[in-house]
């Protein structure tokens, strides 16, 4: 999608224009000044974009202690298995579930 089709939404999802936004250097500023002079219609879109990009505070590193993360991963082998379970449970009720030895094609 061009950046001239741009909605307020795809502004607040561009990598690019939230690096702008967040980290200006030389390139990405001259980019955004070129294109905001070739399409000033977008202007009142783009700034109320960077006012909401510029007011979200980013934590720079998310920090997971030990405890957590094994939480979290028993958490995910313990919703895996229920799952697992009830898809076996469903087999059987549907009569899905073959027994070792039982032929899939009648004789």
């Given at each position: 999608?061009k950046y001239e ?65 094994v939480e979290a ?35």
């Amino acid at each position: 999608m061009k950046y001239e089709d741009y909605t307020i939404d795809n502004f607040l999802m561009d990598d690019f224009f939230i690096h702008w936004v967040k980290y200006p250097n030389e390139n990405n500023r001259h980019f955004w000044e070129k294109w905001l002079g070739q399409h000033p219609e977008k202007r009142e879109i783009v700034m109320q974009a960077v006012m909401i990009i510029s007011s979200v505070h980013y934590q720079s590193k998310t920090v997971m202690d030990d405890r957590r993360y094994v939480e979290a991963f028993e958490n995910i082998l313990k919703a895996d298995n229920e799952s697992d379970l009830k898809k076996q449970k469903r087999r059987v009720s549907e009569g899905l579930l073959i027994s070792p030895g039982e032929e899939l094609l009648p004789e």
